[in-house]
Structures are given as structure tokens and as C-alpha cells.
């Protein structure tokens, strides 16, 4: 569940990058797909979750192919329209694992 502010809002999504297969996925994209991930990023970084869910741009989907070591659900996230990542939620955290820029790929375990 989010947390909230002292307003009662929902607080922003906090990102987690230091995931290694993220690191060196990340390491290796060209410069157009940087700055397209770290567009993406930022977008997120100024979301909550229920504008995550809602988001059809973001399109965040359940990968039903595997879960995490702990049984942990995975989701896809759009970057663009064919590059893609894979993440989980923990708590208020978004924890990014791998970078797809081959669509496909992200959805084999």
C-alpha cells in the first residue's frame, strides 16, 4: 500500500536502479534509449502507484511467465513504444531488475 503525506496524498514512487542485470543492461544501450529510460524515470518519479496502474502510456503488466525467488509478482513497464523493463513493487518502492530493448525478451523468465 502507498504511503501518504501529512496531506493525505499518496507520496511519489521511489526507484530502485541497482539491480546488476538492470546496471548492465543499462550500461549498454545506445544514447537514444538513455535518454528515452531516463525520460521514463523521471515520469515516474513524480507518480504514485494508483497513477501507475491507471497509466496507459506506462502500460504496467503483469508478467504471468515467472515470479521472483521469494514468489514475488513481475511486471513490464513500457519505456517506449518497443523497449521495455522489468520491475517489482516493495512497499512504496519500485525495484527495476532488467532492461528489454528487445520487447520480446521480457517476457521469458
Known amino acids: 500500500m502507498s504511503k501518504k503525506s501529512s496531506k493525505g496524498e499518496e507520496q511519489h514512487i521511489e526507484l530502485d536502479l541497482n539491480n546488476p542485470q538492470f ?3 543499462l550500461f549498454n ?4 534509449q538513455i535518454l528515452a529510460l531516463i525520460g521514463a524515470l523521471a515520469k515516474i518519479a513524480q507518480m504514485n502507484w494508483s497513477q501507475i496502474y491507471r497509466d ?3 502500460k504496467w503488466e503483469l508478467i504471468y511467465s515467472y515470479k521472483g525467488p521469494k514468489g514475488e509478482s513481475r511486471y513490464s513497464l513500457r519505456i517506449t513504444k518497443g523497449f521495455r523493463a522489468v520491475a517489482f513493487r516493495d512497499g512504496n518502492w519500485m525495484r527495476l531488475l532488467t532492461l528489454h530493448p528487445d520487447h520480446d525478451s521480457t517476457y521469458r523468465g
Not at 544501450?29 to 537514444?32: F, I
Open 56 to 58: 496507459s502510456g506506462l
Open 29 to 32: 544501450l545506445e544514447k537514444s
Open 23 to 25: 546496471q548492465l543492461a
